[in-house]
């Protein structure tokens, strides 16, 4: 059973940082892809970024050449580094992975509230 921790969401302002953290236990986490999606208030939750077990990345295009996502395989966790944050990135932000082999199960975590306002 995989367990999924997020962490670092906070309140900022419009052009400032934040970075998010997912850590991972439960699985030899260096084979799973892990992905960041998000969920504004009344709105689908949404696709942000992904990085595969090869360290291959992909971005929304809403959050490409503002969000980094990296990993840390030593320490079992996924971060998201959030640069020119804007108001319509307010959301829950939430980690994910996907087992590897069948079922092929998604795991989720708990998602860390981030607000951007003035």
């Known amino acids: 059973q995989v367990q999924l921790v997020e962490s670092g969401g906070g309140l900022v302002q419009p052009g400032g940082s934040l970075r998010l953290s997912c850590a991972a236990s439960?699985?030899?986490?260096?084979?799973?892809?892990m992905a960041w999606y998000r969920q504004a208030p009344a709105k689908q939750r949404e696709w942000v970024a992904l990085?595969?077990?090869?360290?291959?990345?992909n971005y929304a295009d809403s959050v490409k050449g503002r969000f980094t996502i990296s990993r840390d395989n030593a320490k079992n966790t996924v971060y998201l580094q959030m640069n020119s944050l804007k108001l319509e990135d307010t959301a829950v932000y939430v980690c994910?992975?996907?087992?590897?082999?069948?079922?092929?199960?998604?795991?989720w975590g708990q998602g860390t509230q981030v607000t951007v306002s003035s």
């Open positions: 994910n992975t996907r087992g590897p082999t069948w079922p092929y199960t998604d795991y």
């Open positions: 439960g699985t030899r986490f260096s084979i799973y892809d």
């Open positions: 990085i595969t077990r090869s360290n291959s990345t």
